[in-house]
Every structure is written in structure tokens, then in C-alpha cells.
């Protein structure tokens, strides 16, 4: 602050003082211009970045386009394989149906025959269920072996996509019997009857 007053006396004139003044002013000026001019180029450079991203995106949007119809036609084939149905009910009663004929067709007796399906439109936690499911179908049968073998050959060539998750067999006191203990997954998409 002295070195101030001191300046000031030395050099009394108005003239100097706004001299020193506008050179400050002029200073800051060129300041606040340089950071506007540093605040546009990096909101250019960043636009710049944006529009090379969307270039590239576009120059692959056919192959995407291609893409997509390829997934959305194995989508349909894989449809194809899955049962249809409003409720998870219906469906389980309609595999069923499939199930039991394919028994009765190889010649195996049905002593029990369930689903145990999820009831309810919400899954596990209160989350909305997907469209598409399964449902684990439990049976205990009686049949001889080439019946079994002929049941398991007639699901595997089945329309609709079944898969065996386990099963025991144990002989029985008649004769060449067997009493067949089989769970059999049935894949589903709600929404379509098929």
C-alpha cells in the first residue's frame, strides 16, 4: 500500500492514473476473451467428437439393419418350438396333453403325472415375470425299457422343445417292468396360442 502512495505522489497526474487504469481494464478484456474463446473450442471439439461417433454409427446402420433381421428370424424359428398360451395354466395343461399322448403312443402306463408351475404374474422379489418360461412337468411311470426308449425318441422328435432334466429307473417285482421316475422341462411364451 505505501509503494502505492508513493507512485501516486511521483506521478500526480490524472493521466497516468487512467493510463494504468485502461491497461488493466485492456488486461482483463483480453482475459475474459481468451477464456470464451477457450470455452467455445472445447464446446466445438466436443460437438466435433459427437458428430464423428454418429458418422460412424450411420456408416454401419445397414449392417445393423441386416443384423437385426437375422436375430428377429431366429427369434421366429425358435418360437416355432415353444408352446403358446394366455396363462401359465393353460400351458402346463397343454404339455400335458402332449406328454400323455406321447406315453400312451410307446405304451408306458401313467401312474402320476404334475406340473409345478410358478402361479402368479410376478416372479421371485416382486419383479414383473418375462413373456417366456418353463415349466418342470414331474411323472412316475411304468413301462418296460423299449417303451422308455421309444417315449425319449418321440419327445426328442416333438415340434415343441422339451428337455429331460432327470430321471431314475428302478425294476419292478413283475417281471421286466420298470417304475420310471422322469422330470421333463417345457419351454413357453406367453400370449400366443399355438
Same mark, same amino acid.
Given at each position: *500500500?505505501? =509503494?502505492?502512495?508513493?507512485? $501516486?505522489? =511521483? ?5 497516468v492514473?487512467i ?7 485492456? #488486461?482483463?478484456?483480453?482475459? #475474459? ?10 464446446y466445438?471439439e ?8 454418429f458418422?460412424?454409427? +450411420?456408416?454401419n446402420? !445397414?449392417?445393423m =439393419?441386416?443384423?437385426? @433381421?437375422?436375430? &428377429? ?10 408352446? %403358446?398360451?394366455?396363462?401359465e395354466e393353460?400351458?402346463a395343461?397343454? *404339455?400335458q ?9 410307446? %405304451?408306458?402306463? +401313467? ?5 409345478? +408351475? ?13 413373456e417366456?418360461?418353463?415349466?418342470l ?9 423299449s417303451?422308455?426308449? &421309444? ?7 416333438s ?5 429331460? !432334466?432327470?430321471f431314475s $429307473?428302478? @425294476?419292478?417285482?413283475? %417281471?421286466?417292468t ?12 406367453? %400370449?400366443?396360442v399355438?
Amino acid at each position: *500500500m505505501f =509503494r502505492i502512495q508513493q507512485l $501516486l505522489s =511521483r506521478f500526480k497526474s490524472r493521466h497516468v492514473l487512467i493510463a494504468i487504469a485502461l491497461v488493466l481494464l485492456g #488486461m482483463n478484456l483480453a482475459r #475474459m476473451a481468451a477464456g470464451h474463446y477457450a470455452e467455445k473450442r472445447e464446446y466445438l471439439e466436443n460437438r466435433l467428437a459427437q458428430q464423428e461417433k454418429f458418422l460412424l454409427s +450411420t456408416r454401419n446402420l !445397414d449392417a445393423m =439393419r441386416k443384423n437385426v @433381421a437375422a436375430l &428377429e428370424e431366429r427369434k421366429q424359428k425358435v418360437e416355432e418350438y415353444l408352446f %403358446g398360451g394366455g396363462t401359465e395354466e393353460e400351458i402346463a395343461s397343454a *404339455m400335458q396333453i402332449v406328454i400323455q399322448e406321447k406315453l400312451v403312443n410307446a %405304451g408306458l402306463q +401313467t401312474e402320476s403325472l404334475r406340473p409345478i +408351475t410358478q402361479t402368479g404374474a410376478k416372479g421371485k422379489g416382486g419383479e414383473e415375470k418375462s413373456e417366456y418360461g418353463e415349466i418342470l412337468i414331474k411323472a412316475r411311470l411304468a413301462g418296460t425299457l423299449s417303451a422308455f426308449n &421309444e417315449f425319449i425318441a418321440e419327445l426328442y422328435k416333438s415340434k415343441q422343445l422339451f428337455k429331460i !432334466d432327470s430321471f431314475s $429307473l428302478k @425294476a419292478h417285482k413283475q %417281471g421286466e417292468t420298470l417304475k420310471i421316475f422322469i422330470e421333463i422341462k417345457g419351454f413357453y411364451k406367453t %400370449g400366443e396360442v399355438s
